[in-house]
């Protein structure tokens, strides 16, 4: 443990020392009518002033390692050029090297201003009897003067006088004050007011899914019950060298109407009068309980939801996803090997990557022959990323499978047809019996408009 004068840099130090020292030599010579030059008051910086610095100094420090993070984003990607360029790195290992650093500094720093912030309480300590009142002169006749209670004799006491003065823990002996003042001064919660609580606003969350999926899915909006577009069924190019005074070849091109059907999503709950009321804050957590369920289940019918009516088709159960088997490939391997079905059968650019806590959790915890991690050591976070693409733990899928995709505009989309409606009003008997409903609803249609961009990976636990 570093002692109070080791969290200071000297130069600090004696600055601090100084200024303490200024203080009480003012403090005597006020006391004996005494005036000190103000050239001698000058020459020594004031603590508050390299406090005001120093923190000022602990404030940018701070500020600039908060931007490095906020370049490096939610995946610490110290590999960015601006990182790079804002460490003075050349390579994420060293911008990593240089963030410790920095981080180190900042330590200082604040043990030096805390360091400076105790050197100023001391200070002031010693200005703690100025401006007390004058103590009584003469003799009080003990009837002019009323009952002591308690914390007065102990406020009073020489031990706690000489506690405000040096801060030092000290014992003392409360004299004139036996059983029966105790006696005489007990009044018990029985005998008087129980002790008054207030609830606090404070709503303890129960555990529930959050939402995982819905943020990585492009949007959009339709007016219409459906989104209806075209799909190109058929696209065969013939076009080929040709002889002067040759038949051109012909190339074929097939479209069919596709749709994708509105859904609605709703919820709904009853409530008091009294509750609405009475209860402040009721009707907007409701609401925004009513908000997150309907949010939640939209989450994860984009997964799993199996186009029956009134449910919306999620990607599993979309006709023309692809599908690879891990078998004895690692997990890694086998995902590479649907990204590259991804990129040869769909045409398209995987961006994500989709997988179980338990199932991440085994890539996560896998192991050279020797005992390294792989992804990295058990002190640090580590990536959450597999071959370049972001890694979702997503929990409707099932254990065992993860799922590759291309989640752009191009080859999926979720379009809202209203946003999430909440009103309240009254149901069956409800206005009779002083009962309302609070209801919620959200209308949504999801197009998976390239399935062969979405590859699922089989046979992953074990």
Known sequence: MRSFFSAVRPTTLLAALAAVAVAAIAILAQAYGA?????????FPAVPAVLVAKRAELDAKRAELAGVFEAAGPDLDFSKREVLEALGASTSAEAVEKVRERNAEIEALY????????????????????????????????????????????????????????????????????????????????????????????????????????????????????????????????????????????????????????????DSVPVTDEQLEDVEGVQSYLTGRLTFGLRQRFDGQILAGNGTAPNLRGILNTSGIQTQARGTDPVPDAIYKAMTKIRTGGRAVPTHAL????????????????????????????????????????????????????????????????????????????????????????????????????????????
Request: net charge negative; hydrophobic share 40%.
């Open 111 to 266: 043990d030096e201003a805390k360091a400076l912030a105790d050197v100023e309480n001391i200070r002031n300590s010693l200005q703690g009897d100025r401006g007390l009142p004058a103590p009584q002169r003469g003799i009080q006749h003990p009837e002019n003067r009323g009952p002591q209670g308690i914390g007065e004799i102990i406020v009073g006491s020489d031990a706690f006088q000489n506690y405000t003065r040096t801060r030092n823990p000290t014992a003392g002996e409360v004299q004139g004050y036996g059983l029966r003042e105790i006696r005489a001064a007990l009044f018990e919660t029985g005998a008087g007011w129980a002790p008054e609580t207030t609830r606090s606003g404070r709503v303890v969350d129960a555990v529930t899914r959050p939402l995982q999926v819905i943020d990585i899915i492009p949007t959009g909006t339709t007016s219409q019950a459906a989104y209806v577009y075209m799909q190109e069924t058929t696209r065969t190019h013939a076009a080929a060298e040709t002889a002067e005074g040759g038949a051109f070849p012909e190339s074929a091109f097939a479209l069919a109407e596709q749709s994708a059907p509105v859904r609605k999503i709703a």
């Open 35 to 43: 005036t000190l030059p103000a050239e001698f008051l000058l020459a």
């Open 355 to 462: 997988m179980t806590p338990t199932d991440w959790e085994g890539v996560r915890l896998m192991k050279t022959a020797d005992g390294i991690y792989i992804w990295g050591s058990p002190s640090e976070a580590g990536p959450e990323r597999i071959w370049g693409l972001p890694v979702v733990q997503a929990e409707v899928l099932t254990a065992g499978t993860a799922l590759v995709g291309a989640f752009d505009p191009g080859m999926i989309m979720a379009f809202e047809r209203r946003g999430i409606d909440v009103q309240v009003g009254y149901v069956n008997d409800q206005f009779t019996k002083g009962t309302r409903t609070i209801r919620a609803d959200m209308r949504v249609a999801l197009a998976v408009f390239r399935p062969a961009a979405f590859c699922t990976v089989t046979g992953l636990a074990g």
